[in-house]
């Protein structure tokens, strides 16, 4: 069965510089959510978009920005990269914003 | 917060025996769900329990949901190697949402 695609699995930035993420949901599945992971912590809920319009918002820095496109993939920007900012980025999806969220295999970003 | 708290943070065991987590839970819910995640590696769905449930089998797996006491536990039975990994409950971000809260999860190493 199709799984959520995350790309890059690996991104290596520098302080100050811009990093993009992508994922890719399950087919048929119409709401995308953004997790991010720092080193030994548990998952952060930063943003999610339901219909390609934004649903809820958690934790996520100003730097940062999202969107949902028409093919219901969605893309996490990243601004003015922070050491901090350093962890596994995941993405998951669901369908209608009511079922159980499939995980992807997520992205890691190491800010140097 | 509607953070869940695990309990324990790190269990050993040996294969074949049975593993017990708990995940405890602050304000009311209405679903409850389980996360597995290997190390540095993205987070697989479960199990989700609904409020009004009281008990849920999936495989090797039953999960209880006591709203009264607001907790919930998951047992893996005949626990093998291949189940080594961090185990997560994760609780609605706000009331009627299904996004989830993280706890910080309980570290299961099943020695072979």
């Known amino acids: 069965a199709a799984g959520v695609i995350q790309s890059p699995r690996h991104l290596i930035k520098e302080k100050r510089e811009t990093a993009t993420l992508k994922c890719y949901p399950i087919?048929?599945?119409?709401?995308v959510y953004w997790y991010q992971q720092g080193p030994g912590q548990d998952p952060q809920f930063l943003i999610s978009?339901?219909?390609?319009?934004?649903?809820d918002k958690g934790s996520i820095p100003d730097r940062f920005s999202a969107q949902q496109f028409s093919d219901y993939h969605s893309e996490l920007n990243m601004s003015s990269l922070e050491l901090g900012d350093s962890a596994l980025y995941f993405c998951?999806?669901?369908?209608?914003?009511?079922?159980?969220?499939?995980f992807g295999p997520g992205t890691r970003l190491t800010v140097t | 917060s509607q953070q869940g708290e695990e309990d324990p943070q790190a269990l050993s065991i040996q294969e074949g025996e049975n593993a017990t987590m708990n995940c405890s839970y602050k304000?009311?819910?209405?679903?409850l769900q389980w996360y597995r995640q290997n190390s540095g590696r993205g987070l697989v769905h479960l199990i989700l329990?609904?409020?009004?449930?009281r008990e849920k089998h999936s495989g090797r797996l039953r999960v209880t949901l006591d709203t009264s006491k607001k907790s919930s536990s998951l047992l893996i039975t005949a626990s093998r190697a291949a189940d080594t990994a961090s185990y997560f409950c994760?609780?609605?971000?706000?009331?009627?949402?299904?996004?989830?809260?993280f706890g910080r999860g309980t570290s299961l190493i099943v020695h072979p």
């Open positions: 994760a609780t609605p971000t706000s009331g009627g949402s299904y996004i989830p809260t």
């Open positions: 978009f339901y219909e390609k319009m934004q649903s």
């Open positions: 304000t009311s819910i209405n679903n």
């Open positions: 087919p048929r599945h119409d709401t």
């Open positions: 998951a999806s669901s369908r209608d914003s009511l079922y159980e969220q499939y």
């Open positions: 329990i609904r409020s009004n449930e």
